[in-house]
Every structure is written in structure tokens, then in C-alpha cells.
């Protein structure tokens, strides 16, 4: 079972920031948390992961708290194409292990006009 | 230039038949995923493969049989299907042991009648 919860849906205004929380209240000291997305019809999508520190990519922001018991992905300017279910997944791959996401049910992010 | 790609992309078959999904990684990775996501859309993880081996198998039915060829194709054999087996299938990739991200292929539906 997943070990994060998240909203189950999330509206946003076209060109206005879209936050998506995480609670991983039980991660441990050496994993990490990944964002995912998955857009209707297509095969879930990679944004962003990180282990204690804020991150930043073309995507998105990572705000990870200081406790590590929950995060927040940024959005910063959501178009009708970030619609999609965010998944947020606490991991830590192993050498020869393979990394064995566990996703959860995830946010629906609706972008609307 | 698909980085993951599964052939084919729909399959509709009948109770009782055999079939095979086909995948294939551009992105010299050493390992390979089988990901299952059922009505409810909930994606669960079914076999990994690292180099050729089977490191993770979720308990899935023996009428499932992954094979890896070898390591830039892992292919999905399904026999006897049952109308349970109905899903999209989705295939990944990854390099062990580093935080690179699974990349996904843009999946199987299946449809068992």
C-alpha cells in the first residue's frame, strides 16, 4: 500500500500556481520523494525528486518540509495541459533492486480558463 | 525516437486465449518494469527485471509469464486470459541503483471478452 496521502482532486485558475500537498509522515531517513504525473491515455510521467532540500527543475518546485513528514509541488504557472493525477511517492532505490514505486491514488489536477 | 515503446497498443481477445506485449527501451537501461492499472486506476507493480534476472515478482498469477530477452526488451506472455485480466498494461525502464526516474511506455489496454 502507499505510504503517502493526498488530496483526492484540485482545481486551478489557467496561469495561476497550482500547490499540490504530500503527507509522508512515516518516510524514512534515506528515501526519497518523487512526483509523478499521469495525463488521461498516457503512462505516468516523471517531474521531480528530492531528499530534504527545495528543488527545482523546468517542471516544477519540490518544497519538502524541514521534519520531512510532507511536500508541496509547485506548479508555477498551470496551463490546461498540467491536467492530469499527480502521484507523490516516498522511494529509495537500491543497486540491482530496481525501484519498486508503490503509487497511491493521487491528485486530479483540473486546469480550467 | 520513443524511449519506451509496447506493441500493440490496444489488444481485445477473447476468454481462454494467449497472448503476448511486447516492450522495448532506447535509453540503455538496465532495468525493466511490468506495471498493471486496473479500472479503478490504480497502478500497482507486477515483475521488474535488472539485467535479465527477475527481482520482483508481486505475486501475480503463473499465467503471467515476463521474459527478458535481453536488457532493452522485456516482454509480457499472458496465457488462458480471463475477463479479470482486463487493464492497461504499462511497461518502464530505469538504471538501478541511481535516483534516475522510471520512464514509462504509453501502455497496453487490454480487453478480454
Known amino acids: 500500500d502507499a505510504k503517502t496521502t493526498q488530496p483526492p482532486s484540485m482545481d486551478c485558475a489557467e496561469g495561476r500556481a497550482a500547490n499540490l500537498p504530500c503527507n509522508h509522515s512515516?518516510?524514512?531517513?534515506?528515501?526519497?520523494v518523487y512526483w509523478y504525473r499521469q495525463i488521461h491515455s498516457q503512462g505516468p510521467q516523471y517531474i521531480i525528486h528530492?531528499?530534504?532540500n527545495n528543488e527545482t527543475n523546468e517542471m516544477a518546485s519540490l518544497i519538502i518540509t524541514e521534519d520531512r513528514k510532507s511536500s508541496t509541488l509547485i506548479l508555477p504557472h498551470a496551463t490546461l495541459r498540467d491536467t492530469a493525477v499527480y502521484y507523490c511517492i516516498d522511494n529509495f532505490p537500491t543497486t540491482g533492486g530496481g525501484n519498486k514505486l508503490t503509487f497511491g491514488t493521487g491528485t486530479q489536477l483540473k486546469v480550467e480558463l | 525516437d520513443t524511449a519506451v515503446s509496447q506493441t500493440p497498443k490496444y489488444l481485445v481477445t477473447q476468454m481462454g486465449n494467449d497472448k503476448s506485449i511486447k516492450c522495448e527501451q532506447n535509453l540503455g537501461h538496465d532495468t525493466m518494469y511490468w506495471y498493471k492499472q486496473d479500472s479503478k486506476k490504480f497502478l500497482k507493480i507486477m515483475f521488474s527485471?535488472?539485467?535479465?534476472?527477475?527481482?520482483i515478482n508481486e505475486t501475480v498469477p503463473n499465467r503471467f509469464s515476463p521474459k527478458s530477452p535481453d536488457k532493452a526488451h522485456l516482454n509480457l506472455h499472458i496465457n488462458s486470459l480471463e475477463l479479470g485480466d482486463s487493464a492497461v498494461y504499462f511497461c518502464?525502464?530505469?538504471?538501478?541503483?541511481?535516483?534516475?526516474?522510471?520512464?514509462f511506455g504509453n501502455g497496453t489496454r487490454l480487453t478480454v471478452t
Open positions: 512515516t518516510i524514512s531517513g534515506n528515501e526519497y
Open positions: 527485471y535488472n539485467n535479465k534476472e527477475l527481482i
Open positions: 528530492g531528499l530534504k
Open positions: 518502464a525502464s530505469s538504471l538501478s541503483g541511481t535516483l534516475s526516474p522510471l520512464h
